[in-house]
């Protein structure tokens, strides 16, 4: 074993948990880091209290005057806990965050000093981030752009600094981050959701999208890690053979935690609940050492800031523990990937989910309204949906065989399949007396019966309804949520205004009842969408069939798939909900291209440099081993040497092959990637290293994994599979 390999997995099985004992109930240091409402109420006045809750209920501006107040008494709650710094904290289009530190502490002369911090320091930053992928947006107007205070999110304090959370947008006004379209998306959802539901309840002012993330991730000792480049550059495992047991057996799924990952849970969840975050399950996931963990859901904005944060401090609690998490979509070849579910729902500030059925028939075809524009707005704008979720890591799991594939569909059980086959019937134009009563006994006052007994589940269904919220299972484990998340609710958005125009349309035209208007709405749906509904295997070679028959999309790779975002289609979407503008849409079209060709490009070099510098040098180095046990059995049998020493011989020849085999394939690679790396356009370039440049990486892979097989494991430099997946 090289000495490397060894050292780590001594230092692996040597390691004893970190003790972490948790002191108090976790109830009680819930949100104590957070300047919550419960803070607020306590620190600010009385004027101070109103301006910034009706900024974050009705994104009522904050006026200066109140900034100073707010930022003055953040300043004293912040001190009070041996804070010395703060940060505007935001989500740049890197899907990471960002912050930069500034100090309270300001000399004012002769020899003393002041904590201080103004609202025009809390309101607005000026943070030199030229460095942050733009999309050519900041270029061509002002180098700089500008972070805003975003109200709607508390601020925090992590360690010895207070977060405030913020948009990043340009001077000219365009959104440079992943939180600010998905706030236009939220304002939009609000809108137009609210607009309907008071066909419904007069009394209902406002509507929240919520999300309910479920976060995937590996654990791998540190040590390991060190031993593996690419999984230190990459996040991945660009070569290994694959482990004589991997997860067949199920024997991980929902077993005994180890220790040592226990504590690191523990940890991490003690320092979520002082940061708000309302982690309430982990357990083991399906591969060896991957996990998950899943809070209560929140309103979608501080759902989406929570994710980013935890990915965050998870990292940090992680090295601490001797771990190093893993987010990757896909890590291990022939093992499941980590996703991150998306858990969707819609409710109003008089606390009912709308993706709900309830007691009464009318909150039901409420429930039946909400639920058909869900399928239709789907159905309508998959390929955005597809586009959404869409990056280099997430195609090895989309487009490659595993959970959930590149077609976008829904499921949603037996017995909503047979509710919408019924309302298809519905008649045309005014419904006579006897079919409102039939359809309010028999079809619309049974849901709530039948979805307790629904126990209907179906894990290849990439969008499934799970009886009160739908879940979008294709999101990438690392991927900030923002997106999804705008895409959804600007879809969801749209379809609602299409739908309240044209139930008002048959009110005014055809004389209907409300009712009736919209049983005939969602009947028309219905027929328009069905094809998006699919209850089958996902998996499957007949699904992709089926799916073409049907004009599904199906883009198995990131360039494609992020087409259809620069599209009319989707540029009329946004400008007219307002989400993003033209500008905006185009930039960020670019900056994933980018992102894709550089993250191949990385993951190409990475795997050249382990392929010629670790692989083919040990590969020589036994089969020199080889050459002298074959010179010794000649001089030992002469005669007979032949037969002898065949085997030998032939596994010289066999390890010659796949070092040739590497050599040619890596100088092919490197030709593609000069090729690829002087072209202009991006996406030109993104598709060369998308087509040309990664199809090397399995050919290149299978080589090195065969010489895993031959070569002596003493001479094994990177830790195998068995030894990551299995240790602890
Ligand atoms: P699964 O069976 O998919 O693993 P879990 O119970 O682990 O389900 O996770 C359910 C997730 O759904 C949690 O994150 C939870 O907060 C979220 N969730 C529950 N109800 C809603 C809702 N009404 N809206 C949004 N998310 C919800
Ligand atoms: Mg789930």
Redesign the pocket.
Known sequence: MSTFRFHALKETLKREPLPFEETTNRSVIFGKNVFNEKTMRQYLTKDAYKGVMSAMDKGIKIDRNIADQVASSMKDWALKKNVTHYTHWFQPLTGGTAEKHDSFFEPIGEGSAIESFGGSQLVQQEPDASSFPSGGIRNTFEARGYTAWDPTSPAFIYGTTLCIPTIFVSYTGEALDNKTPLLRALQAIDKHATAVVKYFDKNVTKVNA?????QEYFLIDKALVATRPDIIMTGRTLLGHAPAKGQQLDDHYFGSIPRRTLNFMRELEYESMLLGIPVT?RHNEVAPNQFEL????EETNLAVDHNSLLMDIMTKIASKHNFRVLFHEKPFAGINGSGK?N???L?TDTGV?L??PGKTPMRNLQFLTFFVNTIKAIHVYEELMRAGIASANNDHRLGANEAPPAIISIFIGKQLTNVLKELENVTDGKLSPEEKTDLKLNVVGKIPEILLDNTDRNRTSPFAF?G??F?FRAVGSQANCANPMTVLNTIMAKQLKEFKIEVDKLIANKDLKKDEAIFNVLREYIKESKDILFEGNGYGKEWEIEAAKRGLSNHKSTPDAIRPKVGKKAIDLYKELEVMNEKEIIARHEIELEEYAMKIQIEGRVLGDIALNHIIPTAVNYQNKLIKNVTGLKNVFSKDFESIAKDQMDLIKKISNHISGINNKVTLMVNERKKANVMEDPEEKANAYCNKVKPYFDEIRYHCDKLEMMIDDELWPLTKYREMLFTR
Do not use: D, I, V, Y
């Open positions: 919520n999300l309910g993330w479920e399950t899943a809070p209560m859901f579910h858990n969707w729902s409710a989910n993706l709900s799970t009160n919220k879940e």
